[in-house]
């Protein structure tokens, strides 16, 4: 049986997200969570990924974790390389 999923809207992502980030203790940019969604085209691993990525490299010390523009455009591994569907 073949499952088609589509991938959320980018508003409810991006509330999703700054919920997330609320939840596990990081401080967010909205703006840089926008950024998230455009680069993943709505992809929730890939986001998911990222900021736990984004959460572990740039603590220091005991310091609040914060997920700001640059580090998520700098973060490549969050982009897609293309949108591939099993039934093409």
């Known amino acids: 049986k073949v499952f088609r999923l589509q991938a959320p809207q980018p508003g409810r992502l991006y509330k999703r997200l700054m919920e997330v980030c609320s939840g596990e203790g990081l401080s967010a940019e909205g703006r840089a969570i926008g950024i998230l969604c455009a680069q993943t ?11 736990q990525f984004l959460a572990g490299s740039n603590l220091e010390g005991k310091e609040r974790a914060k997920v700001t523009v640059a580090g998520v455009q700098s973060k490549a591994s969050g982009q897609k390389d293309s949108t591939v569907h099993a039934m093409q």
């Open 41 to 51: 085209e709505c992809d929730v691993r890939s986001c998911l990924h990222t900021l």
